[in-house]
């Protein structure tokens, strides 16, 4: 399988770990990425262990890394590059503790590669690191978690393909790694390996880098997007590559978004649901497989809450706790029990208690309060 399509995964867009829940994981387990003890695909949400207090989830291309409500961090599925953090290179099918330590507060997987928060602003990272998305000014990888610089004011990070976001305290946006489409937003398309600014501005809110693009969201509720284009995922109304920041039309209420693999997802203040770029498998969840240049409301619904983008398939939950799923299906990712796709929402099961959810390449993962 080539390394484009290991590009699919999703932070939690909670920067400190909620209640712990009970987890869930459905989809592909080929490197034993849902944690159940085997390499078994399943197509509906199976439990992990009988535990209660599984509290933030970041699932990789083919790994899952998760934070404990005791502070603790555990780390299962695939580790050729030490991405599991357990200083070796062997998959594990089932959660293993990372290190000791009980201060992880913010924790998000990219492709190969995992970084992380601890409660005191310190970043670490691990992992496949070839194109210096690790962050510590080489390209070598690591099996273990290394801090990255020593400053203390961090509050926000994100893993994506081959490349690391993060926010800072003060609102600044910070990227490093792979750039080749400009999706670091630094104005050009070459690769940095220590954490660079981008630009000048302090209001940036929360930042999502799946596939080759990456979207944002600044305090005053504008949504922005830069890196590749080529299915319209920008939401600029055209298929032209940006290499800096450029704003999503005016809009001012924008509260979540997320970008995946070519599509973007993205929720409103009003609890309205919008979608956009590339739509082969109805990752949309606009009906049909036709591709959008700019967003388009899915349905007519105001009570969307949380957006969460896989490799080619959409998770949501609602506000009355459900949850919805829609695209391609192929390893069972949407949890119908099934492996048919979806062009429109559907819901996964009848529960109302879905809480934090976080979508990799091609398998899910779920807490349950």
């Given amino acids: 399988m080539s390394d484009l399509f290991y590009a699919m995964l999703l932070a939690s867009e909670e920067d400190v770990p909620v209640s712990g829940g009970n987890l869930w994981a459905w989809g592909c387990s080929g490197y034993g990425q849902l944690g159940l003890g085997d390499t078994t695909h399943k197509s509906s949400p199976v439990q992990v262990g009988a535990l209660t207090d599984w509290s933030e989830i970041a699932g990789g291309g083919y790994h899952t890394v998760s934070i404990k409500s005791d502070g603790t961090l555990w780390g299962w599925g695939h580790n050729a590059y030490g991405q599991l953090g357990l200083g070796d290179t062997t998959n594990r099918s089932s959660p293993v503790q990372v290190g000791i330590d009980t201060d992880w507060s913010d924790v998000s997987c990219g492709c190969k590669h995992t970084v992380a928060i601890k409660t005191d602003g310190t970043l670490w990272a691990w992992g496949y690191n070839d194109n210096g998305e690790l962050g510590l000014g080489d390209i070598t990888d690591r099996h273990s978690p290394v801090q990255v610089g020593a400053l203390t004011d961090w509050v926000y990070i994100v893993g994506g393909s081959y490349r690391t976001l993060a926010i800072k305290s003060d609102g600044t946006l910070w990227g490093w790694g792979h750039n080749d489409n400009g999706e670091l937003g630094l104005g050009d398309?070459?690769?940095?390996?220590?954490?660079?600014?981008?630009?000048?501005?302090?209001?940036?809110?929360?930042?999502?880098?799946?596939?080759?693009?990456?979207?944002?969201?600044?305090?005053?509720?504008?949504?922005?997007?830069?890196?590749?284009?080529?299915?319209?995922?920008?939401?600029?109304?055209?298929?032209?590559?940006?290499?800096?920041?450029?704003?999503?039309?005016?809009?001012?209420?924008?509260?979540?978004?997320?970008?995946?693999?070519?599509?973007?997802?993205?929720?409103?203040?009003?609890?309205?649901?919008?979608?956009?770029?590339?739509?082969?498998?109805?990752?949309?969840?606009?009906?049909?497989?036709?591709?959008?240049?700019?967003?388009?409301?899915?349905?007519?619904?105001?009570?969307?809450?949380?957006?969460?983008?896989?490799?080619?398939?959409?998770?949501?939950?609602?506000?009355?706790?459900?949850?919805?799923?829609?695209?391609?299906?192929?390893?069972?990712?949407?949890?119908?029990?099934?492996?048919?796709?979806?062009?429109?929402?559907?819901?996964?099961?009848?529960?109302?208690?879905?809480?934090?959810?976080?979508?990799?390449?091609?398998?899910?993962?779920?807490?349950?309060?």
């Fill in 189 to 369: 398309i070459t690769k940095r390996s220590s954490p660079v600014q981008v630009g000048i501005l302090t209001d940036w809110s929360k930042v999502f880098s799946q596939g080759y693009h990456t979207v944002a969201i600044k305090t005053n509720g504008t949504l922005w997007g830069w890196g590749t284009n080529s299915s319209g995922q920008l939401g600029l109304g055209d298929i032209t590559n940006r290499s800096s920041p450029v704003q999503v039309g005016i809009d001012t209420t924008w509260s979540k978004v997320t970008s995946a693999n070519y599509h973007t997802l993205a929720v409103k203040s009003d609890g309205t649901l919008w979608a956009w770029g590339h739509n082969a498998y109805g990752q949309l969840g606009l009906g049909d497989t036709t591709n959008r240049s700019s967003p388009v409301q899915v349905e007519a619904l105001t009570d969307w809450s949380e957006v969460f983008g896989g490799q080619l398939y959409s998770m949501s939950t609602k506000t009355d706790g459900t949850l919805w799923a829609w695209g391609r299906n192929d390893y069972g990712q949407l949890g119908q029990g099934d492996i048919t796709d979806y062009s429109s929402p559907v819901q996964v099961g009848a529960l109302t208690d879905w809480s934090d959810i976080s979508a990799g390449y091609v398998h899910t993962l779920a807490t349950r309060l």
